[in-house]
Every structure is written in structure tokens, then in C-alpha cells.
T-cell receptor, first 115, second 117 residues
Framework: EAGVTQFPSHSVIEKGQTVTLRCDPI?????LYWYRRVMGKEIKFLLH????????ESGMPNNRFLAERTGGTYSTLKVQPAELEDSGVYFC?????????????FGPGTRLTVL | AQTVTQSQPEMSVQEAETVTLSCTYD???????LFWYKQPPSRQMILVIR??????QNATENRFSVNFQKAAKSFSLKISDSQLGDAAMYFC??????????????FGKGTKLTVNP
């Protein structure tokens, strides 16, 4: 069974540009999460999808970040326009069971560098 | 708000020896889950072990075990017979489940473990 995959693995862009990160969860997992780790800090929650619906987006930093999950399958996270402080590693995770804690399976992350 | 503290930014251990990574957390909830994840260099994060707060028995997975002290809000990870492949960043995480169905992990800053041959 394929794990969580993320694309690209690395992205280097200039301030003001747009970047779109993609996450493919494990097949059959209704829950999809985005997290971010800024250098030297904790991994922070960004948002939680249940199927195609945003269940919780309280961790999204601001309106420059837009997440979508088409048809309840893969998800994209777009940053537009990117700022220097957006640099970090963006992780996607998925889990199967709803309503009680379940193991979240993580992707390898996308390292975003904004110059 | 829940917080997770890992007070050891870096640790090292000799191969075949035992090491304990510490984690404390702050919560007012009585039922919750705790996790240890590891992230080897340039590889993805994987689950090491999980503990349900309502269970008094400490979780064990092969060479990995936890010392869960609920009253003290402590959740340390013990790695026995350390192997070179155990070298990684280790993250302690608290699982939050909200009434509306949203959920998330709250992470500590991580502990970088080096295993010396």
C-alpha cells in the first residue's frame, strides 16, 4: 500500500511568487492534515480536512494560504504571494478513523524556501 | 491550550546502550492520546509508539517503551539496545480531538538523537 506522498520535495521561489504544494493521502483515508515546521520551531498544525470539507483551518497563518481537497482525494496548499516567513517544511498527514484518535501517517514533506 | 515540551534538543547514546528522551505536556483534559514519532535524516516521519491516557499500563513496542506518568504529565521514551538506525529526530505529540470532530496533533520541538558506534 502506498504511503502519503507529497510533491514537490523541494521548492525555491522568490518573494511575491506563487507556489502550490500537493499531497496524496493513503487511499481510503478520509482525514487529511497539513502541518508546517519553521526552522528551529515546533511542527504546527495548519488545517484538517474530512473528505472534501475543511473541518478546522484555525492554524492557517493568513489569507495568503489556500487549501483545497478535490473530491476528497488529493489536496493542494497554495501560497500566494509567498513571503520570507513562509519558508519551512510543509508536512501532510492522513488518517482513517473519524471521531476518535487514530495514527496519522505522514508524508516526506515539502521544503519551501522563499528568497 | 495544550503545550508539549521536549527539554533535550539533542541527545547521544552509544550503540547497544539505553537512552531516555523526555517529554512533558500541559492539558486540562482527562482523556487523550500521546505519540512519539521519529524522523530519520531525509526520510519521512513515522510512528514509534502511542499511549492512551486512560490506560495505566505503559505502551511497549519491541525496543521502545514509554514511562507515562499521568499525574505528572510526563511521557518519556526509552530506547533499549540502541541501534545506528535509531538516529533521528524524535517528536513527542499530543492528540487533540474536538467536539465538532476536528482533530490535530500538538508537537514538541523535537530531540535529535545521535547513536555512536
Amino acid at each position: 500500500e502506498a504511503g502519503v506522498t507529497q510533491f514537490p520535495s523541494h521548492s525555491v521561489i522568490e518573494k511575491g511568487q506563487t507556489v502550490t504544494l500537493r499531497c496524496d493521502p493513503i487511499s481510503g483515508h478520509d482525514n487529511l492534515y497539513w502541518y508546517r515546521r519553521v526552522m528551529g520551531k515546533e511542527i504546527k498544525f495548519l488545517l484538517h480536512f474530512v473528505k472534501e470539507s475543511k473541518q478546522d483551518e484555525s492554524g492557517m497563518p493568513n489569507n495568503r494560504f489556500l487549501a483545497e481537497r478535490t473530491g476528497g482525494t488529493y489536496s493542494t496548499l497554495k501560497v500566494q504571494p509567498a513571503e520570507l516567513e513562509d519558508s519551512g517544511v510543509y508536512f501532510c498527514a492522513s488518517s482513517q478513523i473519524r471521531g476518535r484518535p487514530d495514527t496519522q501517517y505522514f508524508g516526506p514533506g515539502t521544503r519551501l524556501t522563499v528568497l | 491550550a495544550q503545550t508539549v515540551t521536549q527539554s533535550q534538543p539533542e541527545m547521544s547514546v552509544q550503540e547497544a546502550e539505553t537512552v531516555t528522551l523526555s517529554c512533558t505536556y500541559d492539558t486540562s483534559e482527562s482523556d487523550y492520546y500521546l505519540f512519539w514519532y521519529k524522523q530519520p535524516p531525509s526520510r519521512q516521519m513515522i510512528l514509534v509508539i502511542r499511549q492512551e491516557a486512560y490506560k495505566q499500563q505503559n505502551a511497549t513496542e519491541n525496543r521502545f517503551s514509554v514511562n507515562f506518568q499521568k499525574a505528572a504529565k510526563s511521557f518519556s521514551l526509552k530506547i533499549s539496545d540502541s541501534q545506528l538506525g535509531d538516529a533521528a529526530m524524535y517528536f513527542c505529540a499530543y492528540h487533540r480531538l474536538f467536539q465538532g470532530g476536528s482533530e490535530k496533533l500538538v508537537f514538541g520541538k523535537g530531540t535529535k538523537l545521535t547513536v555512536n558506534p
